[in-house]
């Protein structure tokens, strides 16, 4: 299993049933998406590989593989024009959400949690 978090760009509603609705949309949009990923959410991404690299930068039959946190790669196809979304492995949420929260907010990009229904905004 894994932990999902979205990361989104664009102003996301204040009412919680709205920006889960908005979420949404952009998801539908996401699979069409052919654009580069937002500035923002490429920032987000290099702080995110530069601490925890990503799946795809292991050979293969690499053991350290297997600490990778990642569920899945390469995370950079996880990141659009308006949205990124990143799954980690289960047993490694407890470390990973709160530092990819962290960055996330510090770059004025909202992240939202849809196992518990958290959205952290940025200030």
């Not at 952009?26 to 925890?52: C, G, I, M, T």
């Not at 939202?112 to 905004?121: A, C, F, L, T, W």
Request: net charge negative; hydrophobic share 40%; aromatic share 8%.
């Amino acid at each position: 299993m894994s932990y999902t978090l979205e990361f989104v760009v664009p102003k996301v509603p204040n009412r919680k049933g709205q920006a889960w609705d908005f979420l949404e949309d952009l998801q539908d949009r996401f699979e069409d998406d052919r654009a580069a990923p937002h500035p923002l959410l490429k920032q987000l991404h290099a702080a995110l590989v530069d601490r925890y690299p990503c799946l795809s930068s292991y050979a293969d039959g690499d053991p350290a593989k297997e600490e990778c946190p990642w569920a899945d790669g390469p995370l950079i196809n996880n990141f659009a024009s308006e949205i990124g979304e990143v799954s980690i492995k289960s047993s490694r949420a407890a470390e990973i959400v709160p530092f990819a929260v962290e960055q996330a907010l510090a770059l004025g990009i909202t992240v939202m949690d849809g196992q518990d229904e958290s959205i952290y905004r940025p200030k």
